[in-house]
């Protein structure tokens, strides 16, 4: 089991029951945006901080978009092929502990475009270097109806053709749970912990969750991202092969 805890997010699961429901008709496209200061003071960071060490793996790509790109999988289904850039915008750093000077290698900025198999389009756009904390926005278009959802406070909120937007909610049971902090990430994690840990107990295959299948899909897509960002093209994705 691969930790992407937004599948066990109830919000989350609820956008996926509407998606396949047929609630929204035909998706059209998704926009996820993510977008914060944390890391846009050059004296933010460590040096050797493992996140700024591309060869570590660190960046939002890895961080933030594997997460996104395992929810769009989950919702609309294998992506097409993909565009997109993970990007360095302030490599030029001062440790925040020594003051010494370094240099940072992973992507403190990435965005990138899917083409679903089903014709969809989803575009994510992910900053750790805006100078005010915006958060993380979600909005799904489709056909027969429209769903926002800010990470700000979680509400949810869809509108049928020609019609307002309603507040469709969903209350998450362990966001009140003592010792347990605040946020989705939080939270979520730890339905994931009780599914892996009950799959352990009872001897069974996974009832919900992603598999290494999905992690390994995942990784091609940010690898892909990663390749544009030297092609500057449009990288075509086999998923089929990835079994």
Same mark, same amino acid.
């Given at each position: 089991m691969i930790d992407h805890e937004l599948r066990f997010n109830p919000t989350r699961a609820r956008i996926a029951e509407l998606i396949? *429901? *047929?609630d929204l008709g035909e998706i059209r496209h998704v926009n996820i945006t993510n977008i914060g200061a944390s890391w846009a003071d050059p004296a933010s960071r460590p040096k050797g901080d493992w996140w700024s060490d591309a060869a570590m793996g660190g960046g939002r790509l890895g961080a933030n978009g594997s997460?996104? &790109?395992d929810m769009l999988r989950w919702w609309l289904g294998e992506p097409a092929s993909v565009i997109g850039q993970a990007l360095t915008m &302030? #490599? /030029?750093?001062l440790c925040k502990n020594t003051g010494e000077p370094w240099t940072a290698t992973s992507d403190d900025l990435s965005h990138f475009t899917l083409e679903m198999q089903s014709g969809a389009l989803a575009q994510v756009f992910m900053s750790g270097v805006a100078a005010a904390n915006m958060g993380n926005e979600t909005q &799904?278009?489709?056909s027969k109806g429209t769903i926002t959802l800010s990470n700000s406070d979680e509400r949810l909120y869809f509108a049928k053709a020609g019609e307002s937007f309603n507040d469709i909610s &969903?209350?998450? #049971? /362990?966001a009140k749970l003592e010792g347990v902090n605040k946020g989705i990430w939080n939270v979520s994690v730890l339905a994931a912990l009780q599914e892996l840990t009950a799959a352990i107990i009872e001897e069974r295959g996974l009832k919900r969750g992603a598999s290494f299948v999905d992690g390994l899909r995942n990784q091609m897509v940010l690898d892909a991202v990663v390749a544009s960002t030297v092609s500057r093209?449009?990288?075509d994705?086999?998923?089929? *092969?990835?079994v």
């Open positions: 396949h *429901g *047929g997460h996104q &790109v &302030v #490599p /030029n750093r &799904v278009f489709g &969903v209350e998450d #049971p /362990n093209k449009w990288e994705l086999n998923m089929s *092969g990835a």
